[in-house]
């Protein structure tokens, strides 16, 4: 349908400038325009002024000009002249970026529309669909007689995009589990493809001897060449199979990795057999000059990109005050050693992987979180992209190309694949099993083997071969036959075979506290019993490396040189993700906008209903959400304050500062713990028995206090907030999860445990509706389930019930703005007592004021 | 080859050997290598003490070297039902507590499986309970934090708000329906399984024993 959609566009943009172009040229010319495409979307991937000049792709019938911005001066005086048209068509100049343009929106309407019925893409990978839609406007394009657009040239895959799809996997590529498995990913990548090369390579050969399949004009190198590009292996459709199952992962990782570096592999032996292939003859020493290139060429790379990355990482620690073009940094280094590797022929793709995994680390600490986001998304969408394109174009090549149909050798060709390739994993298994720590067993070869789809890279290295290879064409259709087989049977069949057979699987997504700190734990443990045991395994050079890793490298690398456990990390994240939480969710119960697309849209979206949040300051996230998190220590303070510590605003000071004092020594290397009362340590956690049994009593007595005094207060108002109490408990759902992370450190913990545990268990296990139904019997709960709503519910109360609400917030802000004074300097400044975050902050209070009003 | 050489140098101690492959599960390759290792760190005595491990230098950027070491000298990793710690150990009592690290093997049974699970949970959690009593208090666990981050210096408090936050994680997820006054008392065993209930224990923690002989490739670390 979408394709059709471009075809129309075609061709009223034909109609109306009514030129004599021809249908032919047209679509020719959106096929090259296609190959623009890619090169525009990697614009911003590599460097702006070189860019401008264009390889000369093949054909030339269309001058490609790089799409310049027109020169108006020069256009005008001509348009003059001729009586000042009023409407002028210029199809020629815009041709070509747009009908790129066209063919990218076409391929990502596919996705769009593939994603629209979720159940397809869980049992037919995306990569089928994209292939089966590239057929789609393959036959269209075949009924109207197109000829097959000649869009991928050598150098625009090579240059324009590969890139793109490497960054991708190696920015991504989880890094702890692969340097645990680094061994078997190499192994399996290096020696496995290898192996598939020469394996499949030698016995296309003999069967290319076979007199009846009348393929004896095919050479050895040529059948190698062939082999290598079709065991370069692309699981992507198998990965988001076990993402989606969670198998284990080791398994995962060796997929994962094998498919990346395998990638480098095959381009290399590519490169090394084009050479070959046209070589009269090959003495044994090219067999030994081969080897040593080949290791030239990966060790290099792995150098050159390593040393990119460390100078990607090292730039952007000056990039503090231009964070605009922070994400570019990291397009161009790796682009710059994509190219640099190019030019001196060795792996380009193992130096932008490892370039991407050297960076990645210490970038991601330097850059600001909303840069960290874009580089994040732009490689995502760039690699995707480019592989959507890849696949697109696949289908519309085959059907629109002439094939060279040879049966036994198409079918010997598949057999061959998959025969090699489950051979090769079961014999590379077993001999590396017994240097791994947890082997694989038969079903993690199972999915090894099973997983070996063969995809873009494949079919984008053989439609590039040189023309003076004689059987290209055959080539090229086995090599598509293979890849549809193996994506469609095998890539729809992986899921129900994996899930029957029972993979073992891992718990991929455990983000508490406990278990960071435990992993941390079992490292050193394991680290430590290595040593004692003397023995030198990875846990030790990794314990060496973080040590030389915190000692030296984050010392220059990175702006903010303290190391940071992951312990600490994850405890901010988790502090992060609940403010967010409870930011979205009071939002949209504000401004019934609860579109998240961005981070930074979502911060802004509050302010809108109300005015008075303006006079925050918005400037940047991080401040936005440290405020917010501000706002609801203040507010469990102060709840705190209520249950635990009545009538003393002293103590509440004392909570406030330490709250504070958390805040930073988590920021920065605390200087504020001079600031910090000695009394705080008393009020930091009472274990103890003593405290635990004195603070109950009071507590509780002050609760019923002030429940009969609230009740007294909000005769009617009670069954009033019972209704909206739904959506208000939504909003106070987050506040009670972030007790758990946050609130810990003060008085409140004893108070705290018994709160979650009475009332709430943990925020996240209950549904939204039952908190207030489930409080209702008890006495003492209703009291809270009415603070809270009062706390969650501030701004859309205020829009139901407008004109009580602002008497009493009149009567409640200038009682609640001596307090802030009160408390100590860095607490929040009264402006944006007043906000939205006023609900969160302020609203708790006023029951305490309340009381006394009547 | 070194399993073979003892059996024929000395009889008596491969047969020893053997009750211990027997109680461990090692091999005899690896408990040779280990007790090479152990002469080695207890400078060719029977036993080792305190002293011997907290003397090798590999061992002291550890943050956690105090526990590590500790384990060895806790009456309950000896799989004997008994409590208290000892002064020195002997290679068996060294060969128990390294037995807690053997990797799971291909032709284990899920029982066996959950039972070296269990072997290894119990293992951490003696070296967080401190003091014996079964479970884990808010003091212990945050000890054990601190001296896990003392390497970043991000100061005491910011370690024991993690520690606090954490065990407030043990709390609600394990205590849902706590009376409002009851205080949660730390974590028991049962408790401490079912926060790590997720985790692949046996892939994580353990070390590759090596089955050849070591004695070529010295390493540089004991004396």
């Keep these: 349908?979408?394709?059709?959609?471009?075809?129309?566009?075609?061709?009223?943009?034909?109609?109306?400038?009514?030129?004599?172009?021809?249908?032919?040229?047209?679509?020719?010319?959106?096929?090259?325009?296609?190959?623009?495409?890619?090169?525009l979307l990697c614009v911003p991937h590599g460097s702006n002024g070189e860019i401008q000049v264009i390889p000369p792709t093949e054909g030339g019938s269309v001058t490609i000009l790089p799409p310049v911005k027109p020169e108006g001066p020069q256009a005008f005086p001509d348009a003059e002249k001729a009586n000042l048209p009023v409407f002028t068509m210029d199809y020629n100049r815009i041709q070509i970026p747009f009908e790129i343009t066209l063919w990218v929106l076409l391929a990502s309407f596919a996705k769009i529309g593939f994603h629209v019925y979720h159940k397809i893409t869980v049992w037919v990978p995306e990569s089928c669909l994209l292939i089966s839609i590239g057929l789609i406007v393959g036959a269209i394009m075949h009924s109207v007689h197109e000829e097959p657009p000649a869009v991928i040239s050598s150098n625009v895959f090579f240059l324009y995009m590969l890139p793109p799809i490497v960054l991708d996997s190696g920015y991504f590529m989880p890094t702890r589990p692969f340097f645990e498995n680094i061994g078997t990913v190499m192994w399996f990548a290096v020696v496995g493809t290898l192996w598939n090369s020469i394996g499949i390579g030698m016995s296309l050969y003999a069967i290319c001897q076979i007199e009846a399949f009348g393929v004896q004009d095919i050479n050895l190198q040529e059948n190698l060449l062939f082999a290598a590009i079709i065991s370069a292996v692309d699981p992507v459709a198998v990965l988001s199979v076990f993402e989606d199952v969670s198998v284990n992962e080791q398994l995962y990782i060796v997929v994962f990795g094998e498919c990346l570096f395998n990638d480098a592999v095959t381009v290399v032996l590519y490169n090394m057999f084009n050479f070959v292939a046209e070589m009269p003859v090959v003495e044994p020493v090219d067999v030994f000059l081969g080897v040593a290139r080949f290791c030239?060429?990966?060790?290099?790379?792995?150098?050159?990109?390593?040393?990119?990355?460390?100078?990607?990482?090292?730039?952007?620690r000056f990039t503090g005050n231009v964070r605009e073009i922070e994400p570019l940094f990291i397009f161009m280094y790796s682009y710059l050693a994509y190219l640099v590797a190019e030019l001196f022929g060795i792996s380009s793709i193992m130096t932008i992987v490892s370039c991407a995994l050297t960076m990645k680390y210490y970038v991601e600490e330097n850059v600001s979180q909303r840069s960290c986001t874009t580089i994040r998304h732009v490689i995502k969408m760039l690699g995707s992209i480019s592989e959507t394109l890849i696949f697109f174009f696949l289908g519309v090549v085959t059907i629109t190309t002439e094939h060279e149909w040879n049966w036994g050798y198409i079918m010997f060709t598949l057999l061959f694949a998959f025969v090699w390739r489950g051979l090769g994993v079961l014999v590379l298994t077993q001999i590396i099993n017994p240097f791994r720590t947890i082997p694989f067993n038969m079903k993690d070869q199972f999915g090894l083997g099973y997983g070996g789809l063969r995809g873009a890279i494949s079919f984008a290295l053989v439609f590039t071969l040189p023309d003076n290879i004689g059987r290209k064409q055959l080539f090229v259709t086995a090599t598509i036959v293979i890849i549809i087989f193996t994506v469609f049977i095998q890539g729809i069949s992986i899921r129900p075979l994996i899930e029957f057979i029972n993979v073992r699987r891992t718990n991929r997504n455990l983000d508490t506290i406990n278990v960071e700190?435990?992993?941390?734990?079992?490292?050193?443990?394991?680290?430590?019993?290595?040593?004692?045991?003397?023995?030198?395994?990875?846990?030790?050079?990794?314990?060496?490396?973080?040590?030389?890793?915190?000692?030296?490298?984050?010392?220059?690398?990175?702006?903010?040189?303290?190391?940071?456990?992951?312990?600490?990390?994850?405890?901010?994240?988790?502090?992060?993700?609940?403010?967010?939480?409870?930011?979205?969710?009071?939002?949209?119960?504000?401004?019934?906008?609860?579109?998240?697309?961005?981070?930074?849209?979502?911060?802004?979206?509050?302010?809108?209903?109300?005015?008075?949040?303006?006079?925050?300051?918005?400037?940047?996230?991080?401040?936005?959400?440290?405020?917010?998190?501000?706002?609801i220590r203040q507010q469990t303070a102060v709840y705190t304050?209520?249950?635990?510590?009545?009538?003393?605003?002293?103590?509440?000071?004392?909570?406030?500062?330490?709250?504070?004092?958390?805040?930073?020594?988590?920021?920065s290397s605390g200087p504020s713990e001079g600031m910090v009362p000695k009394s705080q340590k008393y009020f930091s956690l009472p274990p103890g028995q003593n405290l635990d049994s004195q603070f109950p009593p009071k507590r509780l007595s002050h609760a019923d206090d002030e429940?009969?005094?609230?009740?007294?207060?909000?005769?009617?108002?009670?069954?009033?907030?019972?209704?909206?109490?739904?959506?208000?408990?939504?909003?106070?759902?987050?506040?009670?999860?972030?007790?758990?992370?946050?609130?810990?450190?003060?008085?409140?913990?004893?108070?705290?445990?018994?709160?979650?545990?009475?009332?709430?268990?943990?925020?996240?296990?209950?549904?939204?509706?039952?908190?207030?139904?489930?409080?209702?019997?008890?006495?003492?709960?209703?009291?809270?389930?009415?603070?809270?709503?009062?706390?969650?519910?501030?701004?859309?109360?205020?829009?139901?019930?407008?004109?009580?609400?602002?008497?009493?917030?009149?009567?409640?802000?200038p009682s609640s703005s001596p307090p802030p004074a009160a408390w100590s300097p860095e607490s929040m400044d009264p402006a944006n007592n007043s906000g939205v975050g006023n609900p969160l902050l302020t609203r708790p209070v006023w029951p305490k004021w309340n009381p006394k009003k009547p | 080859m070194g399993a073979s050489q003892c059996s024929q140098?000395?009889?008596?101690?491969?047969?020893?050997?053997?009750?211990?492959?027997?109680?461990?599960?090692?091999?005899?390759?690896?408990?040779?290598?280990?007790?090479?290792?152990?002469?080695?760190?207890?400078?060719?005595?029977?036993?080792?003490?305190?002293?011997?491990?907290?003397n090798i230098p590999a061992l002291a950027n550890n943050p956690l070297r105090k526990q590590i070491i500790g384990a060895f000298f806790d009456k309950r990793n000896q799989h004997e039902e008994e409590v208290g710690s000892i002064q020195e150990i002997g290679f068996q009592q060294f060969l128990m507590v390294m037995s807690h690290f053997r990797p799971p093997g291909l032709k284990m049974t899920e029982e066996e499986k959950e039972a070296m699970r269990k072997e290894k949970l119990r293992f951490l959690f003696n070296m967080h309970d401190t003091d014996n009593d079964g479970t884990i208090t808010v003091d212990e666990y945050r000890k054990v934090v601190e001296e896990l981050m003392s390497n970043n210096d991000i100061g005491q408090e910011a370690a024991k708000a993690i520690a606090d936050a954490a065990m407030l994680e043990v709390a609600s997820i394990n205590m849902p329906h706590m009376g409002p006054d009851d205080f949660y008392e730390g974590i028991t065993f049962e408790h401490f399984e079912q926060i790590l209930k997720g985790l692949e224990m046996e892939s994580r923690m353990n070390v590759r024993f090596l089955d050849v002989d070591t004695s070529t490739m010295r390493c540089g670390k004991g004396k």
């Design chain 1, 296 to 316: 030239v060429v990966g060790f290099g790379g792995m150098g050159f990109g390593i040393l990119f990355g460390f100078v990607a990482a090292f730039t952007t």
């Design chain 2, 9 to 54: 140098t000395h009889p008596q101690k491969y047969k020893q050997y053997e009750d211990f492959a027997d109680r461990t599960g090692f091999s005899l390759e690896q408990i040779n290598n280990l007790h090479k290792r152990f002469r080695q760190l207890s400078d060719n005595t029977e036993t080792i003490s305190r002293e011997n491990l907290e």
């Design chain 1, 517 to 631: 700190i435990h992993c941390r734990l079992m490292d050193h443990t394991v680290a430590g019993i290595e040593d004692l045991c003397g023995q030198w395994s990875h846990y030790f050079w990794k314990d060496k490396f973080m040590r030389f890793n915190d000692k030296i490298l984050r010392k220059i690398l990175i702006r903010d040189s303290r190391a940071e456990s992951s312990i600490v990390a994850l405890y901010k994240k988790l502090e992060l993700q609940n403010a967010m939480e409870i930011l979205d969710t009071v939002s949209g119960d504000i401004s019934k906008a609860p579109s998240i697309m961005s981070l930074h849209d979502d911060k802004k979206s509050p302010p809108k209903p109300r005015k008075r949040f303006l006079q925050a300051d918005l400037k940047n996230m991080h401040d936005i959400l440290s405020k917010n998190m501000y706002k």
């Design chain 1, 707 to 813: 429940e009969t005094m609230s009740e007294m207060a909000y005769p009617s108002s009670r069954s009033r907030f019972a209704k909206p109490g739904r959506s208000s408990s939504r909003a106070m759902m987050p506040l009670r999860r972030l007790d758990t992370l946050t609130e810990v450190p003060t008085v409140a913990v004893v108070d705290e445990i018994s709160r979650l545990g009475g009332r709430r268990g943990d925020g996240a296990s209950r549904p939204n509706s039952s908190s207030s139904d489930s409080r209702v019997p008890l006495p003492r709960p209703r009291l809270h389930f009415q603070s809270s709503a009062d706390a969650g519910n501030g701004p859309s109360d205020n829009v139901r019930n407008g004109s009580r609400d602002a008497e009493e917030e009149e009567e409640q802000e």
């Design chain 1, 641 to 667: 304050r209520k249950h635990a510590l009545p009538n003393e605003t002293q103590s509440k000071e004392i909570l406030i500062r330490r709250h504070a004092s958390i805040r930073r020594s988590l920021r």
């Design chain 1, 1 to 39: 349908m979408t394709s059709l959609r471009g075809h129309r566009l075609q061709h009223t943009g034909r109609g109306i400038f009514s030129t004599t172009m021809e249908c032919f040229t047209s679509v020719k010319r959106a096929a090259f325009l296609l190959t623009i495409c890619t090169i």
